[in-house]
């Protein structure tokens, strides 16, 4: 389903629509496995395109994707909503256990 929605037309001859499929697969199958909530999966199904995009496009290093992570899970577990980030769906356990995935 992953390959239909990512709109992969060569997966069987292009390393790297395999490759891309892997990740996202991988880190979809971790999210369900946490028993992520739907709109919880989006988010980190959001973040895991994020952190590529950044390596990919822009050519990030690790240490400033990291702190990009950083700033994105900046807040979690805030109670006052300005200081929270875009990611508060995620209780300080879950965004723990999504930067230690990550």
């Not at 980190?44 to 700033?71: A, I, P, Q, R, Y």
């Amino acid at each position: 389903m992953l390959e239909v929605f990512l709109n992969f037309k060569q997966l069987k001859t292009s390393l790297k629509e395999a490759i891309l499929l892997d990740y996202y697969t991988a880190g979809f199958c971790w999210a369900k496995e946490m028993n992520f909530s739907l709109i919880q999966l989006s988010g980190f199904m959001d973040l895991l395109n994020f952190l590529l995009e950044n390596l990919s496009d822009k050519h990030m290093t690790l240490g400033d994707n990291l702190k990009e992570l950083g700033k994105a899970m900046a807040g979690i577990g805030e109670t006052d909503l300005e200081r929270s980030g875009d990611l508060n769906f995620f209780s300080i356990e879950q965004a723990k256990a999504v930067i230690d995935y990550l």
